[in-house]
C-alpha cells in the first residue's frame, strides 16, 4: 500500500481569508469594554497606547481615567507643568513616554493647527511614537488599513502560522510585519469604506451594509491584540474556545508552550540600594533625580547603591551622603524588579552628618508629609512615603 502523502500547508492567503472574518466575528462578541474603546477620538486613543507599553490594561485604566479628566486635549496635555505630568504617570514607569508624550502633543500644536493628524507618516514623526504606536492610532481611530505587531500580536501569529524562528531576528520580524499588513489589508479589502452602491435605499443593500464588520480595520488589529491577551496567552493558552483554532499550526502540532521563540532570557541580577530618611522639625529630606538617569526628574528619599554581600554598608553609604545612621535596624524592606534587574531597598533613619552635607549638590529639599504626596516619587520610594504616612497616623 503506497504512503500517504503529507498534506500540504494551508496557503498563508487561504488562511488569512479564514482567519480574519473569524477574528472580526469573535471580538464583535467578546471584546472587553474598556474604556478607549468607547470613542474615536484620536488624543484619547493616542494616550491609552502610550500607557498600555509595557503596562497591563487592569493598572492603565484608572490613569487614563484620570488623565482625561485633568488633560482632556492636546491643548492641556502641551500646556500642563512637567509636574503635574509626573504626578499623573506616578507608578507607570517608564516616564521618557510621558514627557514624549508632551513634545509631541506640542508638535501636533506648531504643525497641524492642535488637530492630531490623520497620516500614518504625520503621526509616526511625533516624539515617542514608533511603529506599533502610528500602526495603532491610525487603525484604531481612523480605521485605515496599517498594520500593528507588539508582544500579544507576536506570539499570536507565530502560533497560527508555525513561525519556530526567534521573532526578534530581523529576517523573522519583516515576516511577521507582513502577515500583520496582509490581514489589515483583506479586512479593508473586503468590509472597507466603500461608495455608496446603486440602489442604496434597498432593503437588500441595507442588508448588505449591515452584514459588513464596522470599522474592519480598527477591529482587526484589536481582535488580535485581544486575542493574545484573553486567549492565546503566553502560558497555559485557552485553545478550545479559540475561533482561530482549527487554522492554528501551534495547536494541530501541539507546540504552543514552545512559540513564539524568544530566545534565552536575560540573567537576571540582584542589587541592593540603602535609603535614608531625614527628619528635622516635621519635615523630611528628598531630592529631585537629574534629567538623563532613570526617573529622571521624579523624586526620591537620599540613596545610595551598596554591594548585594557584605556587613553593615549602612555606615559607608550614609557617610557617602553626608549622613549618620540612626537605630540598629532598618525600618522598612522594599523588594521590586526593573527589566531585568532584582533590587532590594533598605530604609534607615538617619541624621545629617554635619558640615560635610552639601545641599545644592544634592538638590535636595525639606518637605512635610502633606507635600511629598503633592510630588511624583518613584515607585520604591512612593512606598517608603506610604510608610512613613501609615507610622505617622498610628
Not at 135 to 161: E, H, M
Not at 239 to 259: F, G, T, Y
Amino acid at each position: 500500500m503506497p504512503k500517504r502523502r503529507p498534506r500540504n500547508p494551508e496557503p498563508e492567503t487561504a488562511k488569512v481569508r479564514k482567519i480574519v472574518p473569524a477574528l472580526l466575528t469573535w471580538f464583535n462578541a467578546n471584546a472587553r469594554d474598556l474604556p478607549w474603546r468607547r470613542t474615536r477620538d484620536p488624543y484619547a486613543i493616542w494616550v491609552s497606547e502610550i500607557m498600555l507599553q509595557q503596562t497591563q490594561v487592569k493598572t492603565v485604566i484608572p490613569y487614563w481615567e484620570r488623565w482625561m479628566r485633568e488633560l482632556p486635549s492636546i491643548a492641556s496635555a502641551a500646556n500642563a507643568a512637567p509636574a503635574k505630568l509626573h504626578k499623573l504617570w506616578e507608578g507607570l514607569g517608564y516616564y521618557t513616554r510621558v514627557r514624549n508624550l508632551q513634545k509631541a502633543a506640542q508638535q501636533i500644536i506648531a504643525q497641524h493647527a492642535s488637530r492630531f493628524p490623520e497620516s500614518f507618516d504625520d503621526i509616526l514623526a511625533l516624539s515617542g511614537i514608533g511603529r506599533y504606536t502610528a500602526g495603532a492610532i491610525a487603525s484604531i481611530a481612523f480605521n485605515q488599513p496599517r498594520p500593528i505587531l507588539d508582544g500579544n500580536v507576536i506570539r499570536v501569529l507565530t502560533r497560527i502560522f508555525g513561525i519556530a524562528a526567534n521573532p526578534r531576528e530581523k529576517k523573522t520580524n519583516t515576516r511577521l510585519w507582513q502577515l500583520a499588513e496582509k490581514m489589515v489589508d483583506h479586512a479593508h479589502a473586503r468590509w472597507g469604506e466603500r461608495p455608496r452602491e446603486p440602489g442604496a435605499g434597498s432593503k437588500l443593500a441595507a442588508a448588505r451594509r449591515e452584514s459588513r464588520p464596522a470599522n474592519a480595520c480598527s477591529h482587526l488589529n484589536q481582535s488580535l491584540m485581544e486575542l493574545g491577551a484573553l486567549i492565546c496567552t503566553p502560558r497555559s493558552p485557552n485553545c478550545a474556545v479559540c475561533p482561530v483554532r482549527k487554522c492554528c499550526v501551534a495547536r494541530k502540532e501541539n507546540r504552543q508552550d514552545q512559540l513564539p521563540k524568544l530566545g534565552k532570557r536575560a540573567v537576571v541580577t540582584e542589587r541592593r540600594f540603602l535609603a535614608f530618611v531625614v527628619e528635622r522639625s516635621g519635615k523630611f529630606l528628598v531630592r529631585q533625580r537629574p534629567a538623563g538617569v532613570v526617573n529622571a526628574h521624579l523624586w526620591e528619599f537620599l540613596n545610595a547603591e551598596v554591594g548585594v554581600g557584605g556587613d553593615k554598608p549602612e555606615r559607608s553609604a550614609a557617610k557617602e551622603l553626608g549622613l549618620k545612621p540612626t537605630g540598629n535596624k532598618p525600618i522598612h524592606s522594599v523588594k521590586h524588579s526593573i527589566t531585568r534587574y532584582r533590587v532590594t531597598l533598605q530604609v534607615w533613619t538617619a541624621d545629617l552628618g554635619g558640615p560635610s552635607f552639601t545641599r545644592p549638590k544634592l538638590h535636595s529639599r525639606w518637605l512635610s508629609v502633606r507635600q511629598l504626596h503633592q510630588l511624583a516619587f518613584t515607585s520604591a520610594h512612593k512606598k517608603i512615603l506610604a510608610s512613613l504616612s501609615a507610622r505617622r497616623e498610628g
